[in-house]
């Protein structure tokens, strides 16, 4: 594993139900990894001699994120080692521009969009725009939303496209496996619902709250993209679900993703039990759905950085059908991710209320600032 965080965590105690060793590279000491997986190796997951070396170790090589050394793991397949998702496929999700290409290619529904020049001056689009980084950017990171021609001044200048700002009712996601035999299942799609300032998900629940028909349509077109990128593994697929009822894709994942988290007690079969069986050729896993449930990401709070404390832990535990995980971080930050917390209940209104009751008296806080 290519990476060491919370995914990779997750990913590696699924991992011991089949005595599968796991083994990570990432470049803190302290990763979440560091003290679950088989073997641990620090090292930059960047540096093509890092990924190399370690990689050439294993019989199968994965990652946890797309922003690695993708030249590394070419030359890891070209010696013969099985790297899923394929280098080609990490090359073209890594960058924005190279999405958004390839949906405009093969005809899958999306916003209106430019790839921005950076010398380019002149605005391009009618305002309001959303900026977003080719690359680099994650969790709200490499966003600017362009609503003036000041903000226009102030926009990144770097490779990124423009995006026509979309007037959406619902964000969704489907999350998507496909093995190396051609096998393919899908878990049904989650609303998800986002903290503002932060931009990124602060829970997200299934299932969704949208009509039959759209949720064939966001399988169907989950689908199409993971056999047209002739991809291994497991894929996350974001939608924006229109005011007037069209699905587009706003972004996909090569990997587990924060939106497919509730699988762990909601579904017959993990997200990351799911990877694990596609980059091993393993039948796929029963996706169906155990229970309706939500998610809710525990974030450092706002305005505390340093050694992490989490308060409240004892209140939620109380919470029937209430399932912690905490990610083994031993910094916060505002906004970082720090844990969730998997909620299951009978209806969507018994589980937005016990939502409620772990955004009110569960934080994760600093002990010393």
């Not at 990476?3 to 590279?25: I, K, T």
């Not at 030249?71 to 521009?97: M, N, T």
């Not at 305002?127 to 990144?156: H, N, T």
């Not at 996601?173 to 190396?180: D, F, G, T, W």
Request: hydrophobic residues 40%; negative net charge; proline residues 4%.
């Amino acid at each position: 594993m290519i990476g060491g965080g919370q995914l990779g965590r997750m990913f590696a105690q699924e991992a011991m139900n089949l005595e599968v060793e796991v083994h990570c590279l990432d470049g803190d000491a302290l990763a979440p990894c560091a003290n679950v997986a088989h073997g641990f190796t620090q090292g930059s997951i960047q540096d093509y001699e890092s990924v190399l070396q370690f990689g050439r170790n294993f019989d199968t090589i994965t990652v946890e994120m797309e922003h690695v050394s993708i030249e590394a793991l070419s030359q890891l397949e070209r010696e013969g080692k099985k790297v899923y998702p394929q280098p080609k496929v990490l090359s073209l999700i890594k960058d924005k521009g190279l999405q958004k290409q390839f949906y405009q290619r093969h005809g899958i529904p999306t916003a209106n969009f430019c790839l921005l020049d950076t010398t380019e001056n002149t605005l391009p689009m009618d305002l309001p725009l959303v900026q977003k980084l080719c690359v680099g950017g994650y969790d709200g990171k490499g966003i600017k939303v362009i609503r003036s021609m000041e903000a226009w001044e102030d926009r990144f200048k770097e490779a990124s496209i423009l995006e026509e700002m979309v007037a959406f009712n619902k964000e969704l996601s489907v999350i998507i496996a496909r093995n190396a035999r051609g096998e393919v299942r899908s878990f049904g799609a989650v609303e998800c619902e986002f903290n503002t300032e932060a931009n990124l998900v602060e829970f997200q629940f299934s299932p969704a709250d949208i009509l039959p028909e759209i949720e064939q349509e966001a399988q169907a077109i989950a689908r199409k993209i993971i056999e047209t990128l002739d991809m291994v593994g497991i894929l996350a697929v974001e939608f924006f679900l229109t005011k007037d009822g069209r699905l587009l894709v706003n972004e996909i994942a090569p990997r587990p993703h924060n939106s497919g988290h509730h699988t762990l007690e909601c579904c017959i079969t993990s997200q990351f039990a799911q990877h694990l069986r596609a980059i091993s050729n393993l039948p796929l896993g029963d996706t169906m759905l155990r229970s309706p449930g939500a998610m809710v990401n525990i974030l450092g709070e706002k305005g505390h950085e340093g050694v992490a404390k989490f308060e409240g832990l004892e209140n939620v535990l109380k919470i029937p059908g209430a399932y912690v995980h905490l990610y083994g971080k031993q910094t916060t930050k505002p906004f970082r991710k720090m844990g969730h917390v998997t909620l299951l209940g009978k209806d969507l209104e018994e589980i937005k209320t016990k939502v409620n009751l772990v955004k009110r008296h569960f934080r994760c806080i600093a002990t010393q600032e």
